[in-house]
């Protein structure tokens, strides 16, 4: 039918043909007449033909090669689609000798115009690897290119790829850390779990251990909790700032100062925990776990509760995991003790699992709910999940010291159980508690004593006989009528039976010789001719070394020391404790073993690293300040990074078409850079509106061009609205701030003003890595110049400053400064600094760090901060250079003493109201 | 990373296989053979388990096995989530995942495997994209097929991948334009002898089938959105606009999807409907218990319960049970020893009882464990939270759309302990 002219015949022929490989027969035979299909036009046909292929090419090399040309003629299509699936179905051909062609056709299609060719390429990338890992490193060249893509499609399947093949070159992800951070949320969602594994790891090499203070934190926990506490429930990117705010404080207390990056990474996978996909969401529980604060890790409770909603299958995962979390941090699923209640129509290993959870959560205040909660569950038909439950038990008595006797009490209960398992599973947890405080309880023993007439368990029988040898002291009636009867039986019980046999007579001997010593020397006897060669060895070693006799050496004088010896009583672990050293929701983790490729996670670094190499090059100059600012906050606070200094400039080398650099932007990077990362949530939305601007840019430069022009006016207009609105209720209003995505001089302010609904519209779509970038709302064009020193005054030293309307990062109540220092003389100027400030009563400044050396003809900018304290007084102060001092001063137009603040039109309504 | 999947029935056979990467011997399954022998319930198989080359990661859907076979690290969820979502895709294509289905529409499954994954690694997920890529079979469709030999593989190439809203395709077009949304509420609730709530807590879900031409961008508000304690997003939805004003904006997929999935988890703010009066004793002399249980209405908030239905897993020693009930009919099924009470609609003047004894097995000790009851019920229009849509609007396109909204409250796992 293969070699038919109608299509139809061949579509049913290779109908057949596919079935039978789906049922796993083979089709080998019929490889020749279906390659001569390859190039058949009816695309049905040839889908099924390229699954063939695809499968049985690894079989059948040479004949495979046939069709290598076909798709060589595919990958030069105009259309992408066909360009991307030659590629897909050529580089899954595992053909060893076109090894070559695939290495070229990838290196080609990583540069290709359309990012689905570009993720691709990114898929074949592992697949040629796993042909022929010699092409490593040509490879990650090719990785490396791809890592530098800003489109959300391309970035999953790279670092699928990365994950692949050089897991361990993780340098390669310090220039893309910042972007695929900003890019995160509109990754697809297996994309973002790949994304989310590897930068767990990644932050752990490169940040510093958050909780490295614990000590420090507990101490002052009441007032980090609060803090902490807050932000949670306030809209995140407020986070930001407050952090802002408090980091001087906090710096004072302790030394330890997160680092930005490190910031950014946790507030943007945060969003991620309300997806519906449990692996994303898990996967961003773990790096919560590895890598928050401890303050901060509670907020992926809630979500990893709702998983247990989800199939069996998810639920057995995320108990794993919340079980060895509960370990650690006990107090994070507390509240949602409830939500791990047994139903009886769970399966027995969720079941079990949900008890792990709750013997961890288990602790002096919710005792006796969770014991009331066992005794139900003991009643269960499901025999495993009861003697669970007594094991469960029997962990929360030992852990709890308080519960202790009412649990025994229990237990004994259950003694006299019908069901066999139950009774014998009680008396093994029953030994254990027992060892801890054995005076108190001879009744219990001797009641246990009584059971081994009718327990069969061997587990249970031989606990019970452990204990009898063990206090055999507060039992000496009845101690050696048991081994008489055990005596008795002997010949007929399992080996641990036996071995406990033989170590109760051991003791009686050593303690009561009297009445046991026959009974002792028959059960030696029996022992001696048993046929488990364990059996035989113990009882030729007890032999010697209770029994004396001429021979017996020195040990003999100390049996006594060593049959009954105090032994300290057992500690009941969870199974789960030390499973942390594994990377949580990883497949190693679940088999508590290393599974095959597994990325350890590593330890937190002792002294961060370099923080700069994350910081993506910029092409011109750093302006000057940047420099020495960031100088002097690290003589302030030990491991504070340049903050933000470009991280958002990211996009730069790359995006060259991007010139049509605004000049505003230049003159205000400095201040941009120094910007944290947000400044209200009113940035929110402006991430819509930027987001969408950059979509465009990518797609049609010209129309965007155009569409500046007409947003000239809207920009002013925000402007105006900065200037005077305080509480702006409005909550559309967010679209009417201008945005100043970059600081970075090649990077175009985009000025948007757009209707809400296209505002929002967009939103979601985001692509470009600057989207989420920490952004801020700068008014960017017409900052006004106010003039503080003339060129003439100042000796050539000009100096003009204006009032950057950012948040000043040191303290959140001054008022940020930004001055611009031009030497318009033939010397150079030294050791700028400012001198004698004089001030109305309550305010305060906060002073630029000193200039050392400002050249002839250069120009530096600075940022200083001033408190206001909401008056328009003056500020007053010398300004001094290596030379001569200027007496200058700073009065502030009422409208820079204005900050805007994000409300919803109910929040304004009562703040309204309270006034 | 996920190397080959089997799709293996309750009987054990394997019916399906598809490899991504080289092919693996199907002897592997022998070890997941092995294990599933080990478990009594098929429920009981753990879902991953380790073999001395492989890793096996199964989920159980629809009396089938979907068997993974994984060679490296990877995260359990992450391949637990891609296997039911194979099989969320096969029951939108063919209404059904069963076996019998797959087996009628083998080579479709086999290309939407194909598609789904590509060399293990998730490629499109989207039953959008797919459907472009691969039209699911309809009467119509294979009557036109077989008649005019056209294939159900789409001649047009999937665009949605490409575009950044890729749970939409472009060009959608309908004569009536409508958008349906179901409020759905499940109570999860144990209750303990005496009828106190030990557990509480509403599961809702907002399922939505919004079939609307162009591109149309909505928005969904509601009454009183601060009840939403923990909620999750289909991808569509704009998580900004949900932190800030806690409105649901979003560009639709086209057809049925799940838009939100929320909890209300505060205990006082889930009602329960109803109360169950139970004893179930068994007597220490004779082969014989007693049964008697009747249930009334409690915070129905003034609608009807509908569809009540009362299910019993009896202990092993059960053998008969001879009951009268005075509303519905009861089954006892002998085999799984479960006892199902189907009462249907509750009348608040007539209460439902259902009485009589209960015979165990002579011989045997009385069974020492009380079984639960499981109810099942639904209210309809009724979210039990009081939740309320407040309304939908709709930007981008001109049109004036039909637009609805449903609740229904039904029981979760909601059981009774005795």
Same mark, same amino acid.
């Given at each position: 039918m293969l070699d038919s002219n109608k299509d139809s015949l061949k579509l049913e022929a290779m109908k057949r043909i596919v079935a039978m490989i789906a049922r796993g027969?083979?089709?080998?035979?019929?490889f020749p007449a279906v390659v001569?299909?390859?190039?058949?036009?009816n695309i049905e046909v040839k889908k099924l033909v390229y699954v063939y292929l695809v499968r049985y090419a690894e079989e059948q090399q040479d004949l495979a090669l046939l069709s290598i040309s076909t798709f060589q003629r595919g990958l030069k299509d105009p259309n992408q689609l066909i360009r991307a699936s030659a590629l897909r179905v050529l580089s899954s051909i595992?053909?060893?000798?076109?090894v070559p062609i695939m290495m070229l056709a990838i290196k080609e299609a990583a540069s290709d115009m359309s990012p689905y060719v570009r993720k691709t390429a990114a898929h074949a990338i592992p697949k040629l690897y796993s042909l022929d890992p010699e092409q490593k490193d040509q490879l990650i060249e090719v990785i490396e290119k791809l890592l530098a893509d800003k489109t959300t499609l391309v970035a999953g399947s790279v670092v699928m790829a990365f994950e692949e093949?050089?897991?361990?070159?993780?340098?390669?992800?310090h220039k893309n850390y910042r972007k695929l951070c900003n890019l995160l949320i509109d990754v697809e969602e297996w994309g973002q779990v790949v994304i989310i594994n590897m930068l767990t790891r990644y932050a752990r090499t490169q940040f510093?251990?958050?909780?490295?203070?614990e000590s420090l934190l507990e101490e002052g926990s009441g007032g980090d909790r609060t803090f902490y506490g807050s932000d949670e429930d306030e809209d995140e990117d407020e986070e930001e700032k407050e952090k802002k705010a408090e980091t001087p404080a906090m710096a004072k207390r302790k030394p330890y100062v997160m680092d930005p990056d490190h910031r950014l990474l946790l507030r943007n996978t945060?969003?991620?925990?309300?997806?519906?996909?449990a692996a994303v969401v898990m996967a961003v529980a773990q790096l919560y776990f590895h890598l928050a604060p401890k303050a901060e890790v509670g907020v992926i409770a809630k979500a990893l509760v709702r998983l247990l909603r989800s199939h069996s299958e998810v639920q057995y995962v995320v108990l794993q995991n919340v079980a060895t979390m509960t370990i650690k941090?006990?107090?994070?699923?507390e509240p949602y003790l409830k939500s791990f209640y047994i139903r009886s129509t769970d399966p027995t290993q969720i079941k079990v699992l949900k008890l792990e959870v709750l013997t961890n959560l288990a602790n002096e205040t919710n005792i006796s709910t969770i014991l009331r909660e066992f005794q139900t569950y003991?009643?269960?038909?499901?025999k495993d999940f009861v003697a669970a439950t007594i094991q469960a038990i029997g962990r929360c008595a030992t852990n709890i010291g308080e519960v202790r006797d009412t649990c025994l009490n229990g237990l004994v209960q259950l003694l006299?159980?019908?069901?066999e398992l139950v009774v014998a599973e009680s008396v093994v947890v029953i030994k254990k508690l027992l060892q801890m405080q054995p005076e108190k309880h001879s009744d219990i023993i001797k009641h246990m004593a009584k059971l081994t007439d009718n327990i069969q368990v061997p587990m249970a029988r031989a606990s019970i006989l452990w204990l009898i040898g063990e206090y055999c002291e507060h039992v000496p009636k009845i101690a050696p009528d048991v081994l008489r009867k055990m005596a008795k039986s002997f010949t007929n019980e399992e080996d641990i039976v036996k071995l406990q046999i033989i170590n109760l007579a051991a003791k009686l001997y050593l303690?009561?010789?009297?009445?046991t010593k026959l009974l002792t020397q028959y059960v030696l006897n029996l022992a001696k001719y048993d046929q488990n060669y364990d059996i035989r060895d113990r009882a030729r070693f007890i032999r010697q070394l209770i029994v004396?006799?001429?021979?017996?050496?020195?040990l003999s004088k100390y049996a006594k020391k060593l049959f009954l010896a105090l032994k300290p009583a057992p500690v009941l672990e969870?199974?789960?404790?030390?499973?942390?050293?594994?990377?949580?929701?990883s497949l190693s983790h679940l088999l508590n073993a290393k599974a095959g490729g597994y990325q350890e996670l590593p330890d937190w670094p002792e002294a961060a690293p370099d923080?700069?190499?994350?910081n993506v090059e910029v092409?011109?100059?750093?302006?000057e300040w940047t420099k020495c600012s960031s100088r002097e906050k690290r003589k302030e606070?030990?491991?504070?990074?340049?903050?933000?200094?470009?991280?958002?400039?990211?996009?730069?080398p790359t995006e060259?078409?991007?010139? %049509? *650099?605004? #000049?505003a932007s230049g003159s205000e990077s400095g201040s941009g850079s120094e910007? +944290?990362?947000?400044?209200?949530?009113?940035?929110e939305s402006e991430d819509g509106s930027e987001s969408e601007e950059e979509e465009e840019e990518e797609e049609e430069e010209k129309e965007k061009k155009k569409k500046k022009k007409e947003l000239k006016k809207p920009v002013q207009e925000s402007e105006r609205e900065m200037n005077t609105?305080?509480? %702006? *209720?409005? #909550?559309?209003?967010?679209?009417?701030f201008s945005v100043e995505?970059?600081? +970075?001089?090649?990077?175009t302010p985009v000025n948007t003003f757009l209707s809400n609904s296209l505002v929002t519209d967009l939103e979601g779509l985001s692509?470009?890595?600057?989207?989420?970038?920490?952004a801020t709302i700068a008014p960017s064009s017409a900052l006004k110049n106010y003039e503080l020193l003339h060129r003439i005054t100042g000796e050539g030293l000009s100096v003009e400053y204006c009032?950057?309307?950012?948040?000043f990062s040191p303290d959140a109540n001054m008022v940020a400064v930004q001055m611009q220092f031009t030497n318009n003389a033939t010397a150079d100027t030294k050791n700028l600094h400012i001198e004698d400030v004089k001030l109305q009563s309550g305010m305060r400044v906060k002073e630029f760090s000193e200039i050392e050396l400002l050249p002839a003809g250069e120009t530096a900018t600075a940022v200083m901060g001033i408190d206001f304290c909401d008056s328009t007084q003056a500020a007053n102060f010398q300004l001094c250079t290596h030379t001569r001092k200027f007496f200058v001063s700073i009065q502030p137009p009422v409208g820079e003493l204005m900050r805007p603040v994000f409300l919803t039109e109910n929040e304004f309504k009562k703040e309204q109201g309270e006034q | 990373m996920i190397h080959s999947l089997f799709l293996i029935n309750h009987t054990g056979d394997i019916f399906l296989e598809k490899h991504w990467k080289s092919v693996i011997g199907r002897s592997v399954c022998d070890y997941f053979f092995e294990a599933r022998e080990k478990?009594?319930?098929?429920?009981?198989?753990?879902p991953v388990l380790q073999t001395p080359h492989h890793y096996l990661i199964s989920i159980y859907r629809g009396k089938l096995f979907f068997l993974s076979v994984i060679q490296t690290e990877v995260p359990p969820l992450f391949v637990i989530e891609f296997l039911h979502r194979v099989a969320d895709t096969i029951q939108d294509y063919f209404g059904e995942c069963s076996e019998g289905v797959i087996k009628d529409n083998v080579v479709t499954v086999y290309e939407l495997l194909e598609e789904m994954l590509d060399n293990g690694f998730p490629l499109a997920t989207e039953s959008n994209v797919l459907k472009e890529m691969i039209r699911p079979p309809t009467i119509l469709r294979s009557v036109v097929n077989t008649l005019?030999?056209?294939?159900?593989?789409?001649?047009?190439?999937?665009t949605g991948q490409l575009s950044?809203?890729?749970w939409r395709r472009v060009g959608v077009k309908y004569t009536n334009n409508e958008a349906y949304f179901d409020v759905i509420e499940e109570i999860d609730a144990i209750l303990d002898k005496s009828g106190t709530t030990v557990f509480a807590e509403i599961q809702g879900v907002i399922e939505a089938c919004v079939r609307l031409t162009g591109m149309p961008d909505l928005t969904l508000s509601f009454m009183?959105?601060?009840?939403?304690d923990d909620v999750s997003f289909?991808?569509?939805?704009r998580f900004k606009r949900w932190e800030s004003e806690r409105v649901l904006s979003f560009i639709p997929p086209d057809g049925?999807?799940?838009?939100m999935n929320y909890h209300v988890s505060s205990?006082?703010?889930?009602?329960?409907?109803v109360y169950v009066k139970q004893s179930i004793s068994f007597f220490e002399t004779g082969p014989c218990g007693r049964l008697d249980i009747t249930i009334g209405p409690k915070q129905t908030m003034g609608k009807t319960v509908e569809g009540l239905m009362v299910t019993i897993h009896m202990p092993?020693?059960?053998?008969?049970a001879n009951l009268t009930a005075t509303q519905g009919t009861y089954t006892y099924d002998l085999a799984t020893k479960v006892l199902v009470w189907d009462i249907g609609k509750l009348n608040p003047q007539k209460l439902p009882n259902l009485k009589g004894s209960l015979t165990t097995q002579?011989?045997?000790?009385?069974?020492?464990d009380n079984p639960s009851l499981n109810i099942d019920l639904k209210i309809q229009q009724l979210a039990i939270s009081g939740l309320k849509v407040s309304r939908l609007d709709m930007y981008g396109e001109k049109y004036k759309p039909f637009k609805g909204v449903k609740y229904l409250t039904k029981a979760g796992k909601f059981q009774v302990r005795t």
């Open positions: 027969k083979n089709a080998s035979d019929l001569k299909n390859v190039a058949c036009k595992r053909v060893t000798i076109i093949v050089c897991p361990e070159r993780i340098d390669l992800i510093l251990n958050p909780n490295m203070n945060k969003p991620l925990l309300q997806s519906r996909n941090r006990r107090g994070m699923f003991i009643k269960s038909m499901d006299s159980n019908r069901d303690t009561n010789s009297k009445q004396p006799t001429e021979k017996s050496g020195a969870s199974p789960f404790k030390d499973r942390d050293h594994f990377q949580l929701g923080p700069s190499v994350r092409k011109d100059s750093v302006p606070k030990k491991v504070e990074k340049p903050f933000y200094s470009d991280s958002e400039g990211e996009s730069g060259s078409a991007d010139s %049509e *650099s605004d #000049s910007e +944290s990362a947000s400044r209200s949530e009113s940035e609105v305080t509480a %702006e *209720s409005h #909550s559309h209003f967010t679209s009417l995505p970059a600081p +970075s001089p090649q990077v692509l470009s890595d600057t989207v989420l970038s920490p009032f950057s309307r950012q948040p | 478990a009594v319930e098929p429920e009981n198989v753990p005019t030999g056209a294939s159900n593989v789409g001649d047009t190439l999937p950044n809203v890729p009183n959105p601060r009840l939403l289909h991808p569509c939805v049925n999807f799940t838009l205990q006082n703010l889930v009602a329960i409907p092993k020693a059960v053998l008969s002579a011989g045997t000790p009385k069974p020492e």
